[in-house]
T-cell receptor, first 112, second 112 residues
Framework: GQQVMQIPQYQHVQEGEDFTTYCNSSTTLSNIQWYKQRPGGHPVFLIQLVKSGEVKKQKRLTFQFGEAKKNSSLHITATQTTDVGTYFCAGINTGTASKLTFGTGTRLQVTL | DSGVTQTPKHLITATGQRVTLRCSPRSGDLSVYWYQQSLDQGLQFLIQYYNGEERAKGNILERFSAQQFPDLHSELNLSSLELGDSALYFC???????????FGPGTRLLVL
């Protein structure tokens, strides 16, 4: 079945450093979504990318969808302690109508 | 607040028992999803319902079952509970089953 892997599993940065998480799917995706889960919280939708090569920005966050629609990345510029949490990508396989497959997640820790 | 409600928030029970988790989707959302998240693990998709009908099935054990009622709320039934079933169970909803998912606060289940 479809697998969505994320790397790294865990990253610890100092406040102000940049952070990137990569998401790779074993199959072509029709779209990809990103979610953030704060410690003790529930996943919260951040953004959806649909087009091949699409790049979207939200303040310090930059999201990219690969040309082949099999990978994606989330880059955070100048991290802050409020960025702490686990970031999940989630993709819908072009072959399976609606099932959203979540990635393995990247846990980000930011210290002063 | 996502608009998705889950009850109870916490549940402590013993091995071999049966429990029911309840979820009310956001107003207007027809699709409900159930996920299991074990400690420091990703989100394991269990099952999806759309307007009362099962739409997609993930890694749901035979001891687990779910349903969506005419008023669109959903219940997840877990039976013959084992220690390994201890986890956070999230419900999410979306409008039509392919768009953004909105997660509830989760039910934390502890099996002793």
């Amino acid at each position: 079945g479809q697998q969505v892997m994320q790397i790294p599993q865990y990253q610890h940065v100092q406040e102000g450093e940049d952070f990137t998480t990569y998401c790779n799917s074993s199959t072509t995706l029709s779209n990809i979504q990103w979610y953030k889960q704060r410690p003790g919280g529930h996943p919260v939708f951040l953004i959806q990318l649909v087009k091949s090569g699409e790049v979207k920005k939200q303040k310090r966050l930059t999201f990219q969808f690969g040309e082949a629609k099999k990978n994606s990345s989330l880059h955070i510029t100048a991290t802050q302690t409020t960025d702490v949490g686990t970031y999940f990508c989630a993709g819908i396989n072009t072959g399976t109508a609606s099932k959203l497959t979540f990635g393995t997640g990247t846990r980000l820790q930011v210290t002063l | 607040d996502s608009g998705v409600t889950q009850t109870p928030k916490h549940l402590i029970t013993a091995t071999g028992q049966r429990v029911t988790l309840r979820c009310s989707p956001r107003s207007g959302d027809l699709s409900v999803y159930w996920y299991q998240q074990s400690l420091d693990q990703g989100l394991q998709f269990l099952i999806q319902y759309y307007n009362g009908e099962e739409r997609a099935k993930g890694n749901i054990l035979e001891r687990f079952s779910a349903q969506q009622f005419p008023d669109l709320h959903s219940e997840l039934n877990l039976s013959s509970l084992e220690l390994g079933d201890s986890a956070l169970y999230f419900c999410a909803s979306s409008v039509d089953g392919v768009e953004t998912q909105y997660f509830g606060p989760g039910t934390r289940l502890l099996v002793l």
